[in-house]
């Protein structure tokens, strides 16, 4: 399901990152620049917090609290699972509820690929 970053937090959802992600300031800092000239759709791909959980990973939340399978709020928690780098760049930029920010709700994560965090 796509939707807009500013329609998921409208519906109180909550997003949140995996614990240590792998972070390339430099591709941080070249995701800005491009930013400010790019008009088109920026895409970010996230899993439900519970999926994420039971995969054996962990997550924070925006506040920096682990986020649990007990969490009363965990139907509404989202992990951010692709591209981090764009992610952070978006919050840097407070560019994050533009109507060009769409994130995509994945079922499960890929088994094909690799996941770094």
Not at 58 to 83: C, F, N, Q, R
Not at 84 to 100: G, R, S, V, W
Request: aromatic content about 8%; overall charge negative.
């Amino acid at each position: 399901m796509k939707k807009t970053y500013k329609q998921w937090i409208t519906e109180d959802y909550i997003f949140c990152t995996p614990v240590n992600p792998k972070v390339d300031m430099m591709m941080v800092g070249s995701y800005r620049c491009n930013l400010k000239v790019h008009t088109r759709e920026v895409m970010l791909e996230a899993i439900s917090a519970e999926v994420f959980l039971r995969r054996g990973y962990k997550a924070t939340d925006p506040d920096g609290i682990s986020v649990t399978l007990l969490d009363s709020d965990l139907p509404k928690k989202l992990v951010i699972v692709e591209d981090l780098n764009l992610y952070l760049a978006l919050q840097q930029e407070t560019l994050l509820e533009d109507d060009n920010v769409v994130v995509e709700i994945l079922n499960d994560l890929p088994r094909a690929k690799r996941w770094s965090f």
